[in-house]
């Protein structure tokens, strides 16, 4: 089975290198010149723990071949995965013209039987429409059939989510489009849901609604705790044991940031809108969220009174650890505010320096995680990584102007700073 896999992103490249790793022949398109010229030699364009080495493992054993012309990739092709961005327009409903776009292309190549399946992020009913522009813009006797086949992978654990899914969820309408995609499927030990497209589609959606759903319930709750004094950390902990709740995504912090919580619950309030059905729900998900930044920038400006020519270090750019992805992280928020307040910005990250330099140019970037605490009036954490879960008191005494951290992703013990004449504010608890 020859698999072609249009659109190389985050989903895109761990789906056609995990194809290629499965064993198939893959051959992997994106109209990005400069991605492809890349991938061609065997770089990475992401930051993706396992990726590049499985690149070059998968290029080596000739199981993946990146192909310029989309035309081609799709004749030469029995099972094609678009996968391509679905962004968010200016009123919230997604855009779809890349998916019509490949869709056409696909109509006029259509040499034989394909089952294309649409690995995309998209509202429901959109299989319906790929496949009505298909029949569109090709000949009569247009054999293919439409799947959905969401991905569930999230960044920074890419390649072990694709390989240790909690499901499998396969949306086809015909038992040849079922079939193929339990072969693709079959060495992956997971439960397989086989449901319509409607169906499948729907399942994406709601869930990555309803993970920011609990992100914005737990951050409500932290406001509370911080209030009375409770700790939301160990709030988490007692309501996470029911098992009907689950302990996963109760994590309080800055907000959820990222390129698919913040447009799929966007998306998803407007495909409610456009039923006329109440999905104010999903509203108050996404304002919550917003709020988060002003919780923030509240605590640092208590701590300091005013942030004009403060030195502000940040730790953490990347919208989660382990990426070096910024899009709609919380940092890109929180940096604007300290520009308009006149702060001094001093920012590191371990991977996401370099796609933040894009934005901002004027702010210092530092080596490590101790040279921006230079004579820094306060340490504002962002991200959650590793590296930052330890820190060396004496160090940040030397360095520091004044002893004042701000922690938006909750990572230290009230402990660690106590007695230590050294200000934290975490999330949710009441250190000081
Ligand atoms: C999310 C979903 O988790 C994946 O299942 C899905 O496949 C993916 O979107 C997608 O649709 O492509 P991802 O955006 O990679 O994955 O990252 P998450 O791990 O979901 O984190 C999203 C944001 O929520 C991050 O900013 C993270 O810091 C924040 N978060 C997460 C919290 O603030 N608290 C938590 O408890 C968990």
């Known amino acids: 089975m020859k698999i072609g896999v249009i659109g190389l992103g985050y989903v895109g490249l761990t789906t056609a290198l995990s194809l290629a790793k499965l064993g198939f022949k893959v ?24 990726l590049d080495e499985l690149l070059v493992e998968m290029k080596e054993k000739g199981n993946i071949e990146f192909i310029d012309n989309i035309s081609e990739t799709i004749r030469i092709s029995d099972v094609i995965f678009i996968c391509v961005g679905t962004p968010t327009n200016e009123d919230g409903s997604p855009d779809l013209s890349q998916v019509e776009e490949v869709s056409r292309i696909i109509a006029e190549n259509l040499n034989g039987y394909k089952l294309i399946v649409e690995k995309s992020t998209v509202p429901v009913q959109t299989a319906q429409w790929i496949k009505r522009t298909i029949k569109l813009y090709s000949h009569e006797n247009a054999h293919f059939d439409v799947a959905s086949n969401p991905e569930f992978l999230r960044e920074g654990s890419a390649l072990y989510d694709t390989f240790n899914p909690d499901r499998i969820v396969i949306g086809v309408e015909s038992e040849r489009a079922k079939e193929i995609l339990l072969k693709i499927y079959e060495k992956i030990n997971a439960p397989k849901l086989i449901v319509d497209v409607n169906t499948a589609e729907i399942i994406k959606h709601a869930s990555n609604a309803f993970l920011a759903m609990k992100i914005s319930f737990i951050n409500m709750v932290s406001d509370l705790c911080e209030k009375t004094g409770a700790d939301i950390k160990k709030v988490a902990e007692g309501i996470g044991y029911d098992r009907r709740i689950g302990r996963e995504f109760l994590s309080a912090g800055v907000g959820y940031g990222g390129y698919c919580l ?40 208590k701590a300091l009174w005013h942030l004009k020519n403060k030195k502000i270090a940040i730790w953490g750019l990347s919208f989660k650890p382990n990426t070096d992805d910024i899009r709609e992280a919380p940092s890109i928020k929180i940096v604007k505010r300290l520009i308009n307040e006149e702060a001094i910005i001093s920012a590191y990250d371990p991977k996401a320096m370099e796609n933040f330099k894009k934005i901002f140019q004027n702010i210092q970037y530092g080596k490590d995680k101790y040279e921006v605490l230079k004579d820094a009036h306060a340490l504002v954490i962002l991200t959650e990584w590793d590296e930052f879960k330890s820190i ?14 701000v922690d938006g992703r909750n990572i230290f013990d009230c402990e660690i700073f106590r007695g230590q004449n050294i200000e934290y504010y975490p999330i949710g608890r009441t250190c000081i």
């Open 392 to 405: 060396d008191i004496q160090t940040i005494k030397k360095l520091m102007r004044t002893y004042i951290i």
């Open 262 to 301: 913040p447009k799929d619950i966007r998306a998803f309030y407007y495909i409610g809108k456009i039923h006329n059905l109440d999905f104010s729900l999903l509203e108050l998900v996404e304002r919550i969220n917003n709020s988060r930044i002003d919780r923030l920038m509240e605590k640092l400006k």
């Open 27 to 50: 051959y992997g398109n994106d109209k990005d010149k400069e991605k492809m010229e890349k991938l061609k030699n065997g770089i990475c364009p992401i930051y993706e723990p396992g």
